[in-house]
């Protein structure tokens, strides 16, 4: 047991993850758990373009209002 202490710390992490991955029951593999459907690549695409691309253009659209008031 003559082990350095920052074996015993990467010994200890190491079980520790895999005890939490045996634990982890995910029904019907990766994917399966969201909110939305990751079947239909093309979708997906749009829906994450709209949902992305409206987060950037809010603050162009906002200067644009405020450099149009008058």
């Known amino acids: 047991m003559d082990e ?6 990467w010994d200890s992490i190491r079980r520790f ?3 939490v ?3 982890s029951h ?7 758990d969201l909110p939305f459907s990751v079947e ?4 997906l695409l749009l829906m994450m373009t ?9 603050p162009f659209f906002i200067l644009r209002h ?3 008031k008058k």
Do not use: M, Q
Request: proline residues 6%; contains cysteine.
């Open 66 to 68: 405020h450099l149009l």
């Open 50 to 58: 709209l949902y992305f691309g409206s987060g950037f253009a809010v």
């Open 4 to 9: 350095p202490p920052a074996a015993l710390c």
């Open 40 to 43: 239909n690549k093309g979708r």
């Open 26 to 32: 995910c029904e019907g593999g990766a994917g399966k």
């Open 21 to 23: 991955v045996r634990r």
């Open 17 to 19: 993850t895999t005890s």
